[in-house]
């Protein structure tokens, strides 16, 4: 009679799954580790203050003790360098045209630089202190701002030298500022004093226009895109904020664990083009690179690199990310070129070798008219149009799960016991206890069949991935079959074996409890004392 199928079988599967420590991989997560190229630019020796990127050519530049170097985002060689600073130099800023860029420095002037000439046009004095933020307006080429450890925001005419306005509003350093992106009259600074304040150039009392409490020293601000909401970083935290809503806590993140030095704002490329998926990215001096989707209020990527990490910066197409450490060392990712209908960038290089210098022939594409089109090999990769159909991987089926689909539960316990894997053995007893039918197996064992399963019991009731099934089952097994093990020695060879095991786990798990009552704490101490 041929045996009769219910419906579609599946082999069984152990419900005992330790959580996995490890992430999971998601396409983000790929995007933000994999399609950058990574390259490091050391021997810089000192930290990296601050990065800024070229609105123009994407080229970078990068401050360090008392100098900056102007970076080629294609080779990441240096292009040319700027030694005048008698000081540590801060916080590059490009004008919006990408002509002219200005420096903070520890002196307290700010030097606005001709990029071509490298030659310093002007220097702008006022400050007493270090000035470590100096930022151009989106849309104003005569003007700039600038924040000190004087606790003083200034307001620069550039042409003249002349300070227009000075906002004292802060008590403590000036760190960070940031420009508005739909106005040229608004800017913030965030401070020491753990507030960032809104300044408009346009009120003539030259107070702020909004306080914002970050609860923090602030290192860093930033507006997000389109102006409406505000980024700040102080302490472990990044903390979003509604400007246009009155300064309303919109979000706070505090998945660094120390502190957060700088933040900026990268864009997601698709198909080789900027979406208009934005994301915030941080970095901190715990040597992690978080990404933040804002809109979805979630931490999408996170990566670490071997040391305290000072400054970011990506591209405004986001082909190019720079990070800044504090050991001097530079790490410019490249966003890798996808392949060209199927030809990868080595292909191209080969093929530019055989014709004249930088000529490379057009690669013929295969139609279904073409007779070779039909005679390609298993090694042949899709192109770019082409729908793959994968093919349905068979699933293999042990034999136990074939005792289990005729309903043979005692021999189908009896095969996993048979077998070396105890992820298997475990998946039928689980499967046994949702039919109802392990102790009823377990009675109908014979001596030696009995023996192997109290063997089993032996080996892995005190592994912790079992150990909670196992030993409950341990002692059902002990109370069933309890007359035919008073009966034979071998049987109670087995028992005391079981019964060493789990003295010896009492005995580690004491051990451990002792450890764990010495080392809180310390913890404790130690927490406190580094978060003082």
């Not at 003083?152 to 000075?166: G, I, Q, R």
């Not at 009155?246 to 505090?254: D, I, S």
């Not at 990566?303 to 591209?315: D, I, N, Q, T």
Request: proline share 4%; with cysteine; glycine share 8%.
């Amino acid at each position: 009679m041929a045996e009769v199928q219910i419906g579609k079988t599946y082999p069984v599967k152990s419900r005992l799954k330790p959580k996995s420590k490890k992430p999971t991989s998601t396409t983000e997560s790929k995007y933000w580790k994999k399609s950058y190229k990574t390259t490091q630019i050391p021997n810089l020796i000192y930290p990296i203050t601050s990065i800024d990127f070229s609105p123009l050519t994407n080229d970078f530049i990068s401050t360090y003790s008392a100098s900056a170097t102007l970076y080629s985002s294609q080779t990441f060689e240096p292009i040319s360098k700027f030694t005048t600073f008698s000081d540590i130099a801060y916080s590059a800023s490009y004008r919006h045209d990408g002509k002219l860029v200005a420096f903070g420095g520890e002196t307290g002037d700010v030097q606005v630089f001709d990029l071509k000439t490298r030659s310093v046009l002007r220097r702008l004095k006022g400050h007493y202190r270090s000035v470590r933020c100096v930022k151009y307006p989106k849309f104003d080429n005569l003007h700039l701002f600038s924040g000190g450890d004087d606790t003083f925001v200034k307001y620069w005419d550039v042409a003249s030298e002349t300070e227009l306005m000075s906002f004292q509003g802060h008590k403590d350093y000036v760190r960070s500022g940031a420009p508005s992106p739909v106005s040229s009259d608004l800017f913030v600074t965030g401070s020491y004093d753990h507030t960032v304040k809104l300044w408009d150039t346009r009120v003539s009392s030259m107070n702020c226009t909004m306080n914002i409490n970050h609860g923090k020293p602030v290192e860093d601000v930033i507006f997000l895109p389109f102006g409406s909401l505000l980024a700040t970083a102080g302490g472990n935290s990044v903390k979003i904020w509604d400007v246009a809503g009155g300064g309303k806590l919109v979000y706070a993140m505090e998945s660094h664990n120390k502190t957060v030095t700088c933040l900026c704002v990268g864009k997601i490329l698709k198909d080789g083009e900027a979406a208009d998926e934005n994301r915030l990215l941080s970095v901190g001096l715990d040597g992690y690179m978080k990404v933040f989707d804002y809109s979805a209020l979630k931490i999408t990527h996170s990566m670490r690199y071997p040391a305290p990490l000072l400054s970011v910066g990506v591209s405004s197409d986001s082909s190019v990310r720079v990070i800044g450490t504090s050991n001097g060392i530079i790490y410019a990712g490249k966003k890798k070129k996808k392949d060209v209908d199927g030809v990868s960038g080595k292909e191209l290089g080969d093929y530019s070798m055989i014709g004249s210098v930088g000529e490379v022939p057009e690669k013929r594409v295969l139609r279904t008219t073409n007779f070779r089109y039909f005679q390609r090999g298993q090694s042949e990769k899709p192109s770019r149009g082409d729908y793959v159909i994968k093919r349905q991987a068979r699933v293999k089926v042990t034999e136990h799960d074939k005792l289990l689909r005729k309903f043979r539960h005692k021999e189908a316990l009896v095969s996993a016991l048979n077998g070396k894997s105890p992820h298997d053995m475990v998946a039928v007893m689980e499967e046994l206890v949702a039919r109802k039918k392990l102790l009823k197996c377990v009675s109908n064992l014979d001596e030696d069949e009995l023996g192997l399963f109290l063997n089993a019991l032996h080996k892995y009731s005190t592994v912790p991935r079992y150990a909670g099934f196992l030993i409950g089952l341990t002692k059902r097994v002990l109370q069933l079959r309890a007359e035919d093990i008073k009966n034979s020695d071998i049987l109670k060879g087995h028992i005391r074996n079981i019964k060493r095991s789990v003295m010896e786990e009492i005995k580690i798990q004491n051990a451990l409890q002792e450890i764990q009552g010495i080392i809180s704490p310390l913890l404790r101490t130690a927490e406190k004392a580094f978060g003082n």
